[in-house]
């Protein structure tokens, strides 16, 4: 069974202070890994696709990594906007359904 | 707005009542995808279609929910006899084959 695994579940930072967030997974035939944000009450909004390890994006102060075993979500001098809960979901190639597993997420809150 | 609709946004329904969603995908996506989020969670696979045809709905929670999604369009979510589990958020995502998914700001169920 495909599992998706977040870590850390809560982050506080302070401003400017840039850190990590860690998604471990377990898929037979990973066809993309997904990073979303998701702000309360509200539906997850689509930030990266990665499909291959060694594979990187960038948006603003945010950094998609990913390797054989894991990604990471690097986030560089934070500010409180970036505060959301981070989900990571991966997409293997089950038969062909393609259907997204989600993590937990990580809950960052960014301190001004 | 060329984004996955969904209606309406807060549903709150007594106990035992049957209660439906809709959900709109982005227009030339063929796969439309259902998942539930409880606090603190990420979100739950329910069911999947490509195109008009449910692909996957071994994972509906009980016999109490179904899916349609006539035409290939739009989607509807319902729950019969509601119960106060199932008191959640109903996210409804749509994508291009096995492309990135981008979902809807979601339907927040209250059963009291």
């Known amino acids: 069974e495909d599992q998706v695994t977040q870590s850390p579940e809560a982050l506080r930072l302070q401003e400017g202070e840039s850190s990590s967030l860690n998604c471990s997974y377990t898929?037979?035939?990973?066809?993309?890994l997904f990073w979303y944000r998701q702000d309360p009450g509200k539906g997850p909004e689509f930030l990266f696709t990665l499909y291959s390890a060694g594979e990187e994006k960038e948006k603003e102060r945010l950094k998609a990594t990913l390797t054989k075993k894991e990604s990471f979500l690097h986030i560089t001098a934070p500010k409180p906007e970036d505060s959301a809960t981070y989900l990571c979901?991966?997409?293997?190639?089950?038969?062909?359904?393609?259907?997204?597993?989600f993590g937990r997420g990580t809950s960052l809150i960014v301190h001004p | 707005d060329t984004g996955v609709s969904q209606n309406p946004r807060h549903k709150i329904t007594k106990r035992g009542q049957n209660v439906t969603f809709r959900c709109d995908p982005i227009s030339e996506h063929n796969r439309l995808y259902w998942y539930r989020q409880t606090l603190g969670q990420g979100p739950e696979f329910l069911t999947y279609?490509?195109?008009?045809?449910?692909?996957?709905k071994s994972r509906l929670l009980s016999d109490r929910f179904s899916a349609e999604r006539p035409k290939g369009s739009f989607s509807t979510l319902e729950i019969q006899r509601t119960e106060q589990g199932d008191s959640a958020m109903y996210l409804c995502a749509s994508s291009l084959g096995g492309t990135g998914t981008f979902f809807g700001q979601g339907t927040r169920l209250t059963v009291v």
């Open positions: 279609f490509q195109n008009e045809a449910q692909l996957e």
């Open positions: 979901a991966v997409q293997a190639d089950s038969g062909g359904s393609y259907i997204p597993t």
């Open positions: 898929v037979s035939g990973l066809r993309g």
